[in-house]
C-alpha cells in the first residue's frame, strides 16, 4: 500500500504564497493521477487540482490562475504552489493517489 506524506503547510499573510510537497513511498509513475484537496471547517471536501499520468491537469475555479500543480518523477513528489492566498484557502490540505490512499494532511492558515 503506497504511503503519501504532506509538508509545507503553515501561517501566512493574505497575498502570501505557499508551496505544498506530498512525497510517495512508490513511484508516482505507477499511478494514473494525483490530486490535492483541501477541507476547511465545516465544510465539505473539495479537489482542487489534479494532474494525470498523461500530463492533463484541472483546477477547481476557486484556485485557477493562484495554484499550480506539478509533479517530480524523480523524487516521487507532487507539489502544490500556491500564490496570492486569501483566508478562504484555510484548510487541511491532502494529496490523493487516483483509486488509491489519501495522505495525512498538512494546515493552511491565511490570516488577513
Known amino acids: 500500500q503506497v504511503q503519501l506524506v504532506e509538508s509545507g503547510g503553515g501561517l501566512v499573510q493574505t497575498g502570501g504564497s505557499l508551496r505544498l510537497s506530498c512525497v510517495a513511498s512508490?513511484?508516482?509513475?505507477?499511478?494514473?493521477?494525483m490530486s490535492w484537496y483541501r477541507q476547511a471547517p465545516g465544510k465539505q471536501r473539495e479537489k482542487v487540482a489534479h494532474?494525470?499520468?498523461?500530463?492533463?491537469?484541472t483546477y477547481a475555479d476557486s484556485v485557477k490562475g493562484r495554484f499550480t500543480i506539478s509533479r517530480d518523477y524523480a523524487t516521487n513528489t507532487v507539489y502544490l504552489q500556491m500564490y496570492n492566498l486569501k483566508p478562504e484557502d484555510t484548510a487541511v490540505y491532502y494529496c490523493?493517489?487516483?483509486?488509491?490512499?489519501w495522505g495525512q494532511g498538512t494546515q493552511v492558515t491565511v490570516f488577513s
Open positions: 490523493k493517489v487516483v483509486g488509491g490512499p
Open positions: 512508490a513511484s508516482i509513475l505507477s499511478f494514473h493521477g
Open positions: 494532474i494525470t499520468n498523461e500530463g492533463y491537469i
